[in-house]
């Protein structure tokens, strides 16, 4: 059984179809991968899932159990953590602030809170540094390694990355790729929308194509990077 599983999901922002009948799955420690141009659905499939968008058709399950109608928070409390583009960070909290947020589901449980930053700052030990310091005042790598914190307080077992390297130095990129990977291997399962279509499929086992809001190609993350379709849209032709 899947970890995440979604089934014939359909969109609608008014009158305009954003998703149509998309199907896919994570299963249990995995990375996979979405590919597509903007426009392509890609953001609106993470926000579904995550519970910010209503979807007008289809299911999503979650260890078996059909989370499709359920509220944001009650998805956070099963697991569910989502990133969103633009990291969003509250810009007048301090780094410690924004993180306690990301743990609020877990409130109650101080101690646990106190585990999740601690295991924030091992992965990030500049937001150590900072923790005191406003999260407006952060450079963008450093937002981005808070927001993917954030996300980290509520003890994920599925990650919704979106665009975790827009606007963010080459030297950077690599960093908070090789940081997504050591999350992976913590055991937590990442569902990935990137622009670096090449850095995607270099960290992910398996990947989906999207176009328009249709799935047009899936595989494995080495079958997608040899396909001509995937190489001339997404890879800038040779590989």
């Known amino acids: 059984m899947a970890l995440l599983e979604v089934k014939d999901l359909t969109v609608r922002y008014g009158g305009v179809v954003a998703l149509h009948r998309l199907s896919l799955q994570v299963e249990a420690g995995e990375i996979v991968t979405l ?6 659905g890609k953001s609106t499939t993470l926000r579904a899932i995550s519970g910010l968008v209503p979807p007008a058709g289809g299911q999503i399950r979650l260890d078996g159990e ?8 009650a ?18 909290l301090t780094v410690e602030e924004n993180l306690n947020l ?18 924030v700052y091992q992965l990030f030990p500049r937001l150590k540094e ?25 003890s994920p077992r599925l990650l919704l990355l979106d665009e975790p390297s827009l606007g963010l130095a080459p030297k950077l990129v690599v960093e908070i790729f090789r940081t997504i990977k050591a999350i992976n291997r913590q055991g937590v399962a990442v569902l990935l929308v990137e622009q670096n ?9 398996r990947g989906y194509v999207l176009e328009t809001g249709r799935l047009v190609l899936e595989g494995m993350a080495h ?17």
């Open 75 to 92: 998805l956070v409390e099963r697991g569910v953590a989502h990133v969103p583009e633009g990291r969003k960070v509250f810009p007048t």
């Open 197 to 205: 279509a090449r850095l995607a499929l270099h960290v992910a086992q």
């Open 35 to 40: 590919l597509g141009a903007n426009g392509a």
């Open 223 to 239: 079958e997608l990077q040899g396909d001509p379709q995937v190489r001339e849209a997404y890879l800038g032709g040779r590989v």
């Open 102 to 119: 990301g743990g609020y589901t877990r409130r109650r449980h101080r101690h646990a809170v106190a585990e999740g930053r601690d295991r």
């Open 66 to 73: 059909e989370v499709t109608r359920l509220p944001a928070h």
């Open 130 to 154: 900072r923790r005191h310091q406003l999260a407006g005042t952060l450079s963008g790598g450093e937002q981005q390694m808070l927001a993917i914190g954030r996300g980290l307080m509520a």
